[in-house]
């Protein structure tokens, strides 16, 4: 399917599938690439093959070796099995809805026009406003967990007997320190600090690349430069808190990304 579907990829386990909408300007737009998408997979799956409807995943084999890395290039690969090393050999496995967000171009530059006298160009005018969004949406986070949480449980093996564990369900086990996290500390003063903090990160062995900075919300850039967005502004904030709404064949619902 991946092949045939450059909307359509997998994970770091071959059996995690991954959905990727194009750009829309409407969160029903938005939407309506997901459905498309949603049967197209559907539409794909072998006759023994089901989508499972949690972040969390089913009941696990003792041994997760046993679970298939992702059959993508070679240099992909040696760097999941890399990244899967360093971690504990359940963290990789939670799934979630990514959101990524931008203002709008002619806002923006409208906005500009009335603080101009405040910044010394355009880009930091923007990194500005990225910013505080990134602030809001992390001081809100809490907020976002309460209302669309969806991984109380953990099913059998994914935490050995001895681990430490909730001992109670909760909302949401992904969103959590047992679920993916990035152990380094996050900064978002602002957009240059944001950007040398992982660039230390990586430099001091702490994360192999941007890709392992493992947070709620990112700064992001079309190009995938760290430095350009500096320089250049950022583009947009992707926002990775939402788990999978198993009450709705799409994962999420459009009430949730009207919400954000």
């Known amino acids: 399917m991946k092949e045939k579907n450059h909307f359509i990829k997998t994970d770091v386990y071959q059996v995690q599938s991954e959905i990727i909408t194009p ?35 089913p009941v696990l084999p003792q041994d997760k070796r046993s679970i298939p890395i992702a059959n993508v290039d070679p240099k992909q690969k040696a760097y999941y099995e890399k990244w899967i090393k360093t971690r504990s050999d359940t963290q ?19 906005v500009w026009e009335s603080q101009r006298d405040k910044y010394d160009s355009y880009a930091e005018f923007v990194n500005y406003i990225y910013i505080k969004l990134a602030q809001g949406f992390g001081y809100y986070r809490w907020l976002i967990t309460y209302l669309f949480g969806n ?37 978002y003063r602002s957009v240059r600090e944001y950007v040398d903090n992982i660039e230390q990160n990586i430099k001091d062995g702490n994360l192999f690349s941007e890709a392992e900075y493992h ?30 709404d198993p009450t709705t064949a799409l994962g999420v619902r459009t009430s949730a990304v009207r919400f954000f």
Do not use: C
Not at 95 to 108: A, F, P, Y
């Open 23 to 57: 750009t829309a300007k409407k969160s029903f737009d938005a939407m309506h690439y997901l459905m498309a998408l949603n049967d197209t997979l559907r539409n794909a799956l072998e006759p023994n093959e089901l989508l499972w409807p949690m972040s969390m995943p």
């Open 92 to 110: 990789g496995l939670p799934v979630g809805v990514h959101l990524n967000v931008s203002i709008n171009d002619d806002v923006l530059r409208t």
């Open 151 to 187: 991984s109380p449980v953990a099913e059998k093996n994914y935490f050995k007997p001895n681990e430490d564990q909730p001992s109670h369900e909760v909302r949401s086990i992904r969103s959590s320190h047992y679920g993916l996290t990035s152990d380094v500390t996050h900064n």
């Open 215 to 244: 947070t709620s919300v990112r700064l992001k850039s079309m190009n995938g430069d760290l430095t350009h967005m500096v320089k250049n502004g950022t583009d947009y904030i992707e926002l990775r808190m939402l788990d999978l």
